[in-house]
């Protein structure tokens, strides 16, 4: 993958195979696709994409290079940092670490400094145990914390960008895909990212299932 030079290679291009496959390019403007005979691929590079090449077209597929209208010496530098969602659990629970930490108050013993004195009840322990209101919202903001982390994780395993690379959907049939299909925590726990993309496509194919059973229905009731 070069620029239109043909000269500079192209790092960090998308390549996407209209079969759910998809790579970026590396430092020498090379990638590495697996795709069928009846795929089709197209190239994206900061937002500009080009037309689908179809697979059976393409004279010499283990050498498919092509020059994108791009000139490198007129690109600005810029940085991108990715989110991660392992730094911000990790911020998050810093910051809420009174919440996170939050355990039901018990009885404090208080023990004596003498020989002769008597064993003792923390009074600032025995408050807090009877302090219910606070208890109850103190639980419950730690337990909300807890789901929202949860669901954040999902978010980060089964994200938008990765049913889009792998299902083409986009506008409204995305966000019912999203919900319709939404995984538990179980599964994003347990599952290999191989396992996790499988998953995705099979509930696309199943998804076109009921899309076209809909839209059957649709012409019976017209």
Same mark, same amino acid.
């Given at each position: 993958?070069?620029?239109?030079?043909?000269?500079?290679?192209?790092?960090?291009?998308?390549?996407?195979?209209?079969?759910?496959?998809?790579?970026?390019?590396?430092?020498?403007?090379?990638?590495?696709?697996?795709?069928?005979?009846?795929?089709?691929?197209?190239?994206?590079?900061?937002?500009?994409?080009?037309?689908?090449?179809?697979?059976?077209?393409?004279?010499?597929?283990?050498?498919?290079?092509?020059?994108?209208?791009?000139?490198?010496?007129?690109?600005?530098?810029?940085?991108?940092?990715?989110?991660?969602?392992?730094?911000?659990?990790?911020?998050?629970?810093?910051?809420?670490?009174?919440?996170?930490?939050?355990?039901?108050?018990?009885?404090?013993?208080?023990?004596?400094?003498?020989?002769?004195?008597?064993?003792?009840?923390?009074?600032?322990?025995?408050?807090?145990?009877?302090?219910?209101?606070?208890?109850?919202?103190?639980?419950?903001?730690?337990?909300?914390?807890?789901?929202?982390?949860?669901?954040?994780?999902?978010?980060?395993?089964?994200?938008?960008?990765?049913?889009?690379?792998?299902?083409?959907?986009?506008?409204?049939? #995305?966000?019912?895909?999203?919900?319709?299909?939404?995984?538990?925590?179980?599964?994003?726990?347990?599952?290999?990212?191989?396992?996790?993309?499988?998953?995705?496509?099979?509930?696309?194919?199943?998804?076109?299932?009921?899309?076209?059973?809909?839209?059957? #229905?649709?012409?019976?009731?017209?």
């Amino acid at each position: 993958m070069f620029d239109m030079t043909q000269q500079v290679p192209l790092v960090s291009v998308s390549v996407i195979s209209t079969g759910g496959t998809g790579t970026m390019t590396d430092s020498l403007g090379r990638y590495t696709i697996y795709v069928k005979e009846s795929d089709s691929i197209s190239f994206s590079y900061l937002g500009k994409g080009t037309p689908k090449y179809p697979v059976s077209a393409i004279p010499n597929q283990q050498n498919f290079e092509i020059s994108l209208h791009v000139n490198v010496t007129e690109l600005k530098p810029i940085m991108v940092k990715q989110r991660n969602y392992h730094l911000d659990s990790i911020a998050n629970r810093q910051e809420y670490a009174k919440a996170f930490n939050y355990k039901k108050p018990g009885l404090g013993i208080v023990h004596p400094n003498t020989q002769n004195a008597a064993v003792g009840v923390d009074l600032d322990q025995l408050v807090d145990v009877f302090n219910f209101k606070k208890n109850r919202r103190m639980a419950a903001f730690r337990d909300r914390l807890v789901e929202e982390e949860k669901e954040k994780y999902i978010d980060h395993r089964f994200s938008r960008a990765l049913v889009i690379r792998l299902t083409q959907l986009r506008g409204a049939e #995305l966000d019912t895909f999203m919900v319709r299909y939404r995984p538990d925590l179980v599964l994003v726990e347990t599952a290999t990212d191989y396992e996790l993309q499988s998953y995705i496509k099979q509930c696309y194919e199943k998804y076109m299932k009921w899309k076209e059973v809909m839209g059957e #229905l649709r012409k019976q009731d017209n």
